[in-house]
């Protein structure tokens, strides 16, 4: 373990030194690519440093108890001798978890779509609930949430809403809400009270920087139109929606929530960066799902991962097993427990793999 660490720590000050080369600070790929890395690296780092200073008072009070004669000191090099060999073996498991290769997109904020699946209007109202649930969730961790482009159900609720979420470690949490969550409750177009089972699929998404899709202008092209729909006087009379077409692979994304077309037309690059980035992803996920166990979904877009019981007010993550009996409170955007424990179940997947 030591071995590993120490190899760490030469790449953080090798790391540290390339940052401060005028060669590298010029690549400006290459230096936003470093400074995440020595960010990442510094948890770990610390962790180094803790290890081995504990490592050095194990050493010390060994040594004591073989020269000293004094008994109070010989008592007291006991005691800290044990209490530190419990420390250690607290840390050396920290560590393995630290040792652990974090997936690079965990920092990264999140495109989220929600789409109502099997079920009409009451798969729309579904998938409205669970946009009010992730915004209410979004709140309380302080996060930005922007819509980007929604379409809305004849009894309201969505029929599908794509929005961006930016703040701190976004996407390493939501990305464990992807996949079809279903619902199970009496619909409010129901005379004879009974239960329906309706669907709404959710897909998270790494938000797609700059530096990580390189796009050749001349592959895209770009179509100005005119808003529609609510807005005020400036739609349809003002040529501001943008939609982009990415000639190679055939995507086409589209943007009209800003009266800016220079604003709809930065919002519509960075999806159609993310729409790219979306395909390459897929692939390492499902190369990462073949290797281990994993809690986040795959590309593959029909997973049921979660079911919301209305009558029973219960929420199940049919992943892990995992049950709360508090519907409403969960539906206020109280998920976190729900989420720590599919990353727990998820590191010590990892942690499994990695001990061979």
């Known amino acids: 373990m030591l071995d590993k660490l120490e190899a760490i720590y ?111 209007d009451e798969a729309c109202l579904f998938a409205g609930d669970l946009f009010r649930m992730y915004t209410r969730f979004c709140e309380k961790k302080k996060w930005k949430v922007e819509i980007t482009d929604f379409n809305e159900g004849t009894s309201g609720g969505y029929k599908d809403i794509t929005f961006s979420v930016s703040g701190d470690g976004v996407y390493g949490l939501l990305k464990y809400e992807s996949g079809v969550h279903r619902v199970q409750r009496v619909p409010a177009t129901e005379t004879q009270g009974r239960v329906h089972t309706s669907a709404a699929g959710v897909v998270v998404l790494p938000e797609a920087e700059e530096f990580d899709v390189e796009l050749n202008p001349a592959d895209i092209k770009k179509e100005i139109f005119c808003a529609s729909g609510p807005g005020g006087q400036s739609v349809n009379t003002t040529y501001s929606a943008v939609r982009l077409t990415h000639v190679p692979t055939g995507i086409v994304v589209s943007m009209q929530d800003q009266k800016s077309q220079i604003k709809n037309m930065e919002k519509a690059m960075m999806l159609l960066r993310t729409r790219l980035y979306e395909r390459e992803y897929n692939k390492y996920m499902e190369e990462m799902s073949s290797k281990r166990k994993t809690m986040v979904a795959t590309g593959d877009r029909s997973e049921k991962i979660r079911t919301y019981n209305y009558p029973q007010s219960r929420v199940t993550d049919h992943r892990i097993g995992w049950s709360m009996h508090n519907l409403p409170d969960f539906m206020d955007g109280n998920i976190e427990d729900c989420i720590e424990a599919l990353q727990l179940a998820e590191n010590a997947e990892k942690l499994k793999a990695s001990l061979g």
């Not at 290769?101 to 990264?108: H, N, V, Y």
């Open 10 to 120: 030469t790449r953080y000050q090798e790391i540290e030194q390339q940052m401060n080369d005028p060669q590298v600070t010029a690549d400006m790929k290459r230096y936003v690519k470093l400074s995440k890395d020595y960010k990442d690296m510094q948890p770990v780092v610390k962790a180094y440093h803790d290890y081995r200073s504990l490592l050095a008072t194990i050493a010390e009070c060994k040594e004591l108890l073989e020269t000293e004669k004094d008994p109070e000191l010989r008592d007291m090099a006991k005691e800290e001798l044990v209490a530190s060999q419990e420390r250690r073996g607290i840390m050396e498991d920290e560590i393995r978890l630290l040792l652990i290769p974090a997936d690079p997109q965990d920092s990264k904020n999140a495109v989220v779509e929600i789409r109502g699946g099997t079920g009409g």
